[in-house]
């Protein structure tokens, strides 16, 4: 628990480092910057690996299907708001909702974090709902707050607001590389316990209910080691920081609804969106949780490759949860127009 | 082990299913017209339709009286606030003669306006010198690449060549392999032209 604190910590100052600089960073439809630095060059985006027609046919639908939804958002907002019936309404709910699972579909939003989670932790299938809610509830809270804080408290422009969510995003990023590199260091080092505590310390906080017979094969030093167990304490700091990222969409409808004058209508939009969320990673979170669960019972014969398995499930899940943490905090940097 | 396989085929379907999220905050769909003079490429003529989110968030910072269109008082606001700092992107066009890039540096006729709800940038984008399309390998994209903005160019309707000499060119829409846009989800399109030797 203590060393998730810190790595998130650490991802935090690392990015207020960042950011300290960040002012100075121009939008293409903001202000100009004070002095203006020398055009970019025309330069091919990213490096990018082998690419198969299938595999952009699909990116292609998804992205004319995203692009679709959201127009269609913006259409039954107008409608509710000339027709004043509830028809658009339930259209509404229904396209909220469909973006909310087309989104969660996207990065950011804990499908990664949560699968390497619970294929690294023993838990139950209660935890991998909880885990699910408490993501689609931060998610939702922080689209609400943001725009509440920016728009309505700040007064900030509209435009600033839409360029703004880019900082929301970049730290949430962040936060996610730093739970992956969280995970994996966990299958290096051979942590059972998700609790990450001091190798010799006692297991305070939670029985363990099973033999200790897993003997000494990790060199620690101390005399057990529980198989991991997810708590409420470290799926906390998970959810968190997969949840922080606010749906673009929710951004988009709840100011649209604002200065249309029916912030309410955004704010049922944006919770119906976050339960669109919430199925897919719970979806995900379960498929995790059942598959690990599959892997110990095929492991009962020997507990050393059970426990080879699940080290190297989280170092893997852990490095490829930091790669798209990393990958897409990059991203946005680029989108927050900083030459990385 | 096989669950490991099973976890790892799982991730690796994931994997694009998460790059497939196309991530842009602003949706523009363009018209590129590129103007010519005496059988030169002058300049490319933009035309920009926002979605209905920017546009909505357009028109509530700068239609101040709320007549549902830009005065010239509300356009010199826009300019300043909301195009100007474009040119540090290069107003998102990407030329490039004899494949070696060209940087827009001049804009010229900015005209924003509002049309049924939707904020439209129409604005010349001003190349530093004509360049003959019969002499020089010409091609421009318009596209912005860290992918913030989603540029859409109709490959058929949204090209167009127009004034003096463009009769005997033809132009194509290729994708450019060389420059995917977010992780590859897509790429960015580039605008050849060929024009008959005389």
Redesign the interface.
């Known amino acids: 628990m203590r060393r998730l604190l810190n790595t998130l910590l650490l991802a935090l100052a690392l990015m207020a480092a960042g950011f300290a600089g960040a002012s100075a960073q121009t939008s293409p439809f903001g202000r100009p910057a004070p002095t203006a630095p020398a055009a970019p060059e025309s330069k091919p985006a990213q490096t990018k690996p082998a690419d198969q027609t299938l595999v952009e046919r699909w990116y292609a639908t998804i992205r004319r299907w995203q692009s679709e939804l959201t127009r269609s958002l913006a259409q039954e907002v107008r409608a509710y708001k000339e027709q004043g019936d509830l028809a658009p309404v339930l259209g509404l709910l229904l396209i909220s909702f469909l973006y909310g699972v087309a989104h969660a579909v996207g990065p950011g939003h804990g499908k990664v974090a949560t699968a390497a989670y619970f294929g690294a932790n023993r838990a139950a299938a209660a935890h991998g709902i909880t885990m699910s809610a408490l993501i689609g509830v931060v998610q939702a809270v922080s689209a609400i707050v943001f725009v509440g804080a920016f728009a309505l408290l700040f007064k900030v422009s509209q435009t600033e607001t839409v360029r703004s969510v880019l900082y929301v995003e970049a730290a949430s990023f962040a936060l996610i590389a730093g739970v992956g590199a969280w995970i994996a260091w966990g299958g290096v080092v051979g942590r059972g316990c998700s609790h990450a505590h001091a190798p010799v310390h006692a297991h305070a906080g939670h029985p363990h209910g099973h033999a200790h017979d897993h003997g000494h094969h990790h060199g620690h030093g101390h005399g057990h080691r529980a198989p991991a167990e997810a708590g409420l304490a470290s799926m906390v700091p998970v959810a968190l920081a997969s949840g922080i990222r606010p749906c673009t969409g929710a951004i988009l409808v709840l100011l649209f609804t604002l200065s249309q004058g029916i912030f309410e209508i955004g704010v049922i939009s944006t919770l119906v969106m976050s339960l669109g969320t919430f199925l897919v990673v719970a979806a995900i979170g379960l498929v995790a949780i059942y598959a690990r669960r599959a892997a110990s019972r095929a492991g009962r014969g020997g507990e050393r490759v059970a426990n080879a398995a699940q080290r190297s499930v989280s170092l893997v899940g852990g490095l490829v949860v930091l790669a798209f943490g990393a990958l897409f905090f990059h991203n946005a940097l680029l989108q927050l127009g900083f030459k990385v | 082990?096989?669950?490991?396989q099973?976890?790892?085929l799982?991730?690796a379907l994931?994997?694009?299913?998460?790059?497939?999220?196309?991530?842009p905050?602003?949706?523009i769909r363009a018209t590129a017209t590129l103007q010519f003079e005496n059988g030169k490429i002058t300049g490319i003529l933009h035309e920009w339709v926002f979605?209905?989110?920017?546009s909505?968030?357009?028109v509530?910072?700068f239609d101040k009286n709320k007549n549902k269109q830009f005065d010239p008082d509300e356009v010199k606001e826009l300019e300043?606030?909301?195009?100007?700092?474009?040119?540090?992107?290069?107003y998102?066009t990407?030329?490039?003669v004899g494949g070696k890039?060209?940087?827009?540096?001049t804009v010229r006729d900015f005209a924003p306006a509002i049309q049924k709800?939707q904020v439209v940038y129409r604005f010349v984008a001003v190349l530093p010198q004509p360049v003959d399309p019969r002499t020089a390998q010409f091609d421009a994209?318009v596209y912005?690449?860290?992918?913030?903005?989603?540029v859409e160019v109709n490959p058929q309707l949204g090209v167009k060549l127009a004034g003096g000499g463009a009769e005997a060119c033809k132009f194509a829409v290729v994708e450019?392999?060389?420059?995917?846009?977010?992780?590859?989800?897509?790429f960015?399109r580039r605008i050849e032209i060929r024009c008959d030797k005389n």
């Open positions: 082990m096989r669950t490991l099973s976890l790892l799982a991730l994931i994997a694009p299913a998460a790059a497939a999220e196309a991530h905050h602003i949706w979605d209905d989110f920017f909505n968030a357009l509530s910072d300043k606030n909301a195009f100007a700092a474009l040119k540090e992107f290069g998102f990407h030329v490039r890039a060209v940087t827009i540096e709800n994209g912005d690449h860290s992918y913030y903005v989603d450019d392999k060389e420059a995917p846009l977010y992780f590859g989800a897509t960015a």
